[in-house]
């Protein structure tokens, strides 16, 4: 497969919402995932989000990240990456590290001080990736979330 | 105290990054905090965060909430709390429950689907607010973090 790798459109969004999909499915999740290609337009174009895709020579999309800028209070601008999609049928390519190596290479175009994602404490792969990568992994965090009714976004 | 909250202007910055670096130095993390207040001023101008601040009587800020817009892959618009502080000497008044009410109230203004923030394992004062209003806790989930050098950024 020879891959490269560019900077996602807004034509590219129906391809990168169904392999979030896909990856939903996989986590036997697939009811989780609300938003719908209207939103990920809407999203894009308001910058909430970028991406990266990589592409076959096709021009088949078989991997991506998606990521958006953030702040944190203590170091200032901070690139988040979201999501790290690699297709099942494209791993052990050497795809997520080029994407990862696009990922820090925009963040510091951006003029970020440091990028953050996250990992399941599970995911022992990923882990020996990030830690190779010189990532530092913080295990004393956890999460908390509120996820509005569905309805409460349609009033506004 | 009396207290009022209002999102934070500009002029609040200096105020901001003092608060900052208060709960820094009581982390026993001073030189953790990097970002100047030339930074704060073009992470605000570019709307890089928000922020909403719980002021007394005499106008002097007493908490804040520092807040961002990013995007869950499988929710859409996402608000993240990256920072929640209520002075040392200010707590038990309830004001950060204000404040969190606040940042809700943002987040739906905004058209978000969910809010997310973290909180660290031992917290368990601050993990109990949270779970009172309503939030999910996710325990199974790593932060990964790179931090570029101080000069990486200068160099752009």
Redesign the interface.
């Known amino acids: 497969m020879r891959i490269t790798t560019r900077k996602a459109t807004s034509d590219d969004l129906a391809d990168l919402l169904q392999l979030?999909c896909e990856l939903?499915h996989y986590e036997k999740a697939p009811d989780?995932?609300?938003?719908t290609l209207e939103?990920?337009e809407a999203?894009f174009t308001n910058n909430?989000?970028e991406s990266i895709v990589a592409t076959d020579e096709n021009g088949t999309i078989q991997g991506a990240v998606?990521y958006?800028?953030?702040?944190?209070?203590?170091?200032?601008?901070m690139l988040?990456l979201?999501?790290f999609i690699v297709k099942q049928s494209a791993r052990q390519q050497g795809i997520g590290a080029i994407l990862f190596e696009d990922f820090?290479k925009r963040?510091?175009?951006l003029?970020?001080?440091?990028?953050?994602?996250?990992?399941?404490?599970?995911n022992e792969p990923a882990?020996r990736f990030?830690e190779k990568?010189?990532?530092?992994?913080?295990?004393?965090?956890?999460?908390?979330?509120?996820?509005?009714e569905?309805e409460?976004?349609q009033e506004?």
């Open positions: 979030v939903a989780e995932v609300w938003a939103d990920y999203g909430d989000f998606i958006y800028l953030t702040w944190s209070t203590w170091k200032g601008r988040y979201e999501d820090l963040a510091k175009e003029g970020c001080r440091l990028v953050k994602w996250q990992v399941l404490d599970w882990i990030y990568a010189g990532a530092t992994i913080e295990k004393e965090w956890w999460n908390g979330k509120i996820i509005f569905k409460s976004n506004l």
